[in-house]
């Protein structure tokens, strides 16, 4: 059974112990959004409407599974989240067809039009949460928030902490020198700023552009010729070509990795944001970077 | 002399993008350096020929259309080629060379429907109704390509806009090769059309009574102007500004005459374009600034000094 | 015979009636002659015929003995310099370069001017009194000036028709009767022909040898001024009552204003 399985069953025995309906503290629930928005709730929020993947995964993680009543057609993960009634697009969300729903609370992401649909929603007297996670310390904080909002509080903490003791491991020595290349025209790779980057470094491995303050940026091909990353990490879905397509141009074979066909590839459903199967991550690409050290 | 003084500075420019870049390499190795031999050296010359293809297309249609503001993109060659990228990436088309193939056959497919729209009665290019014909092509690929991508999964459309941005990042001697062998017809038409352009100022009326053959020209400068943007495009994405302000800055000082200005666009295109991705690799290494911005930082003030010293009468 | 209209007809695509009909138009080397009539005549038509640029219905136009419309554009401008109605240009341009237009149908794509084609430019501007101006932008020149300049630009051309389309729309009473002075200094002695379409009927029959006054696309009145423009035909074309005074052996219109209605 996968580890995050095994947390989503903890979780549900953790529901069933606490009984259904709301656990026990009595009052209001108030948390800050990551846009500084203080929000409320009377009681644990009972219909949740999630408007991003990473959101849907951690109420799952959580063990709010059975509150989750709308989600983004993107919304795949886990599985179980299929069943859930789809309402659209996140990023520019159909607020009716979200009201359909009768939310008490709706998680959006954080970004400048998600605040003016958040307003809108507390217009229609829905409480709205934005939220946006870069980096693994905004799961781990997300975890804590939701878990308080959704009556899971101790779930919540305990991935929370989990995630915590995975992000402040002690960084083992740096092995394989990595490029995480994530866009061939113009070149765009990833830095200091991105949750990969956090990986590659829990990994032990070394991201030649850890010197790059933001998540991503557009580098001079022959910055990546002349740093020369032992490998070249892609995130790609499943089906993925290897080595891509962009690996076959002529300028691409400036770089030794590339010549090589030294690629990395990871599957976009566990490396493609931050998620609470964080230590899933971590230990897969250490094994993947274990694997291109070894000749 | 002015030539010489453009020569140099041509030279200069390419000197300079030879030697500079994010990535450090000592002077005594640049000879040896494989950075330099298969990255910076053809991407300084691709740069060069793309420039200078721009100017001297933006100089050519600024004569048809009769309008200082024209420039290589108003008639909707951008629009097209993005929509013909989008296309290739939504779909999964063609492999490495996918990308390109698909944003030229896009501007050519502009081409050819402002050409037909532009035809008035009778067969002759009307230029005004080419820049509406142009204005609408361009606004129309843009919307179908705005609602392919808004409709698609998000990230890997969202970098084709990247792409179109404009940048030289695809330079490498394959694609310099091809550029260099297609761009030389093009060019020789637009020069054998110097003249009936000096002509075509005037209107096309006193055009014809001078003994230029208007419909020809017309036709020969549009389909000659516009392969050049094609080519660019597809190779460098949308580098704008080079194409309107170039033959300006060519006209301050070698007047209306396409004779000389032609040739001085080609090179002052090329020698700007050639500075502006240089200075697009280095100010703000290790990351890089998409060559178009910096073609108008640098463009401006330059622009802004030589009227002041040569005045527009 | 430098030019040769026989008895041309035309009508444009989707009118009711005939642009021209049955008109025809002959000159020779030294000829200087005017065609006058009112708006919508035909007057436009004669000479887009005349060059080549549309085909009659019937007739032919021959420009020095060779079917118009098989001269290619530029050899025509080697043979035809015209001075167009309306022109603009998109660029500034100085007055030297804007004559040295002019010499490009004896120019060959590739080869630079010579020094043959600069000296036709400077006896061009002479010719024209334009020689001061040579130096100065187009868009500082006045009326007149402009006109000179457009002139110098035709006779740059070396042609053997000089064409003036209209030459005195926007000029004064001095600009006007230079022009016309200098147009026919120039038929004389080189042997150039000169067609001057113009609405200015006083001025023309004063310079002109022979006028071809158009009504409604037909000739009413073609020949010498004095013997043609009698005072019934000019108030048949131009529907207005005239009289005819003379005045240096050329006829001279006056018009006449209405009778004052008797109260």
């Not at chain 1, 310390?137 to 989990?162: E, F, M, N």
């Not at chain 1, 994530?182 to 200091?192: E, H, L, R, S």
């Not at chain 2, 793309?50 to 108003?74: E, K, M, S, Y």
Request: with cysteine; net charge positive.
């Amino acid at each position: 059974m996968r580890p995050g399985n095994s947390r989503f069953v903890a979780g549900l025995a953790l529901l069933a112990a606490c009984g259904t309906g709301a656990p026990g503290r009595p009052g209001a629930l108030a948390v800050t959004d990551d846009a500084g928005r203080r929000v409320t709730l009377a009681a644990p929020a009972a219909r949740v409407v999630s408007l991003a993947p990473s959101l849907t995964e951690l109420l799952f993680a959580l063990g709010a599974g059975p509150q989750v009543v709308g989600r983004t057609t993107w919304c795949r993960y886990p599985p179980a989240a299929a069943a859930v009634a789809d309402v659209g697009d996140g990023l520019n969300p159909n607020l009716e067809a979200v009201a359909a729903r009768r939310p008490d609370l709706v998680l959006l992401y954080h970004s400048p039009l998600n605040e003016t649909a958040a307003a809108q929603l507390a217009r229609l007297g829905i409480a709205a949460v934005l939220l946006r996670q870069d980096r693994h310390a905004d799961v781990a904080r997300h975890a804590r928030l939701l878990g308080v909002l959704t009556g899971h509080a101790a779930a919540g903490d305990s991935i929370g902490r989990v995630l915590d003791s995975v992000v402040a491991r002690p960084t083992p020595p740096a092995g394989v020198r990595v490029a995480f290349v994530v866009w061939d025209a113009p070149p765009t790779v990833i830095g200091a700023g991105s949750y990969l980057d956090e990986l590659v470094t829990l990994a032990g491995g070394a991201n030649v552009f850890h010197d790059l303050r933001p998540a991503s940026a557009t580098v001079s091909l022959e910055t990546i010729a002349d740093r020369d990353p032992g490998v070249i990490a892609i995130l790609a879905d499943s089906g993925a070509v290897v080595p891509p397509v962009w690996a076959r141009r002529p300028e691409w074979r400036a770089v030794r990795a590339v010549r090589a066909g030294r690629f990395l590839v990871l599957p976009a459903d566990l490396f493609g944001r931050p998620s609470p199967r964080a230590p899933e991550a971590v230990a897969e690409l250490r094994r993947l970077l274990a694997r291109e050290a070894t000749p | 002399m002015k030539w010489v003084v453009l020569g140099l500075a041509a030279a200069g420019a390419l000197g300079a993008a030879v030697v500079l870049g994010p990535a450090a390499i000592p002077f005594a190795e640049l000879g040896t350096s494989p950075i330099v031999r298969d990255l910076r050296l053809p991407r300084a010359l691709l740069a060069f020929l793309v420039g200078g293809a721009l100017a001297t297309a933006g100089t050519g249609l600024q004569g048809l259309l009769r309008n200082p503001l024209a420039d290589p993109f108003l008639l909707g060659l951008s629009g097209g080629a993005g929509l013909g990228a989008v296309l290739a990436i939504a779909l999964g088309w063609g492999g490495p060379w996918g990308l390109p193939v698909a944003a030229f056959a896009g501007a050519v497919g502009a081409m050819v429907l402002v050409y037909r729209l532009g035809l008035v009665g009778g067969g002759a290019l009307d230029p005004r109704t080419m820049l509406l014909a142009g204005v609408a092509v361009g606004a129309f690929a843009a919307a179908v390509t705005t609602a392919i991508v808004s409709l698609a999964e998000a990230s890997q459309l969202r970098n084709a806009f990247l792409w179109l941005w404009g940048g030289l990042s695809g330079a490498s001697w394959q694609t310099l090769a091809v550029l260099a062998a297609y761009v030389p017809v093009p060019l020789a038409v637009l020069a054998a059309a110097a003249r009936p352009l000096d002509l075509l100022a005037l209107g096309e009326e006193p055009a014809r009574y001078l003994g230029a053959d208007v419909e020809r020209v017309k036709r020969r400068v549009y389909l000659a102007a516009s392969l050049l943007t094609a080519a660019a495009v597809a190779v460098s994405g949308v580098i704008g500004f080079v194409g309107l302000l170039v033959p300006h800055l060519a006209r301050l000082v070698w007047g209306h005459r396409h004779r000389a200005l032609l040739p001085a666009a080609f090179l002052g295109g090329g020698t700007l374009l050639t500075l502006a991705d240089t200075l697009a690799r280095t100010v703000v290494a290790p990351r890089e600034l998409p060559v178009g911005i910096v073609t108008a930082l640098v463009g401006v003030p330059v622009f802004a000094l030589l009227l002041r010293r040569w005045g527009a009468p | 015979m430098i030019l040769d209209v026989r008895d041309v007809t035309f009508r444009y695509p989707g009118a009711a009636r005939d642009a021209l009909a049955g008109v025809s138009l002959a000159l020779d080397a030294g000829d200087f002659v005017a065609v006058l009539g009112p708006n919508g005549s035909g007057k436009t038509t004669l000479l887009r015929i005349a060059l080549g640029a549309v085909r009659p219905a019937t007739g032919e136009a021959r420009v020095a003995g060779r079917p118009a419309h098989v001269w290619g554009p530029q050899e025509l401008a080697r043979a035809v310099g015209v001075v167009p109605q309306r022109e603009e240009s998109a660029f500034p341009l100085r007055v030297r370069d804007a004559v040295l237009l002019g010499r490009y149908p004896h120019l060959s794509p590739w080869a630079p001017a010579r020094a043959a084609d600069y000296a036709a430019v400077e006896r061009a501007l002479s010719a024209c009194d334009a020689l001061p101006l040579a130096d100065r932008w187009l868009a500082t020149l006045s009326g007149g000036e402009h006109q000179r300049v457009r002139l110098a630009r035709a006779l740059a051309q070396e042609p053997r028709l000089l064409v003036l389309d209209e030459p005195t729309a926007s000029l004064d009473l001095r600009h006007e009767m230079e022009l016309f002075e200098r147009a026919r200094l120039l038929a004389a002695p080189a042997g150039l022909a000169v067609l001057v379409i113009t609405h200015h009927v006083n001025l023309a029959t004063r310079f002109a040898d022979r006028v071809l006054l158009l009504h409604d696309g037909r000739a009413a009145a073609q020949g010498r001024p004095g013997d043609v423009l009698t005072r019934d035909t000019v108030e048949r074309v131009f529907d207005w009552p005239v009289a005819i005074e003379r005045f240096d052996g050329a006829p001279q219109i006056v018009p006449l204003r209405r009778p004052q209605e008797a109260r």
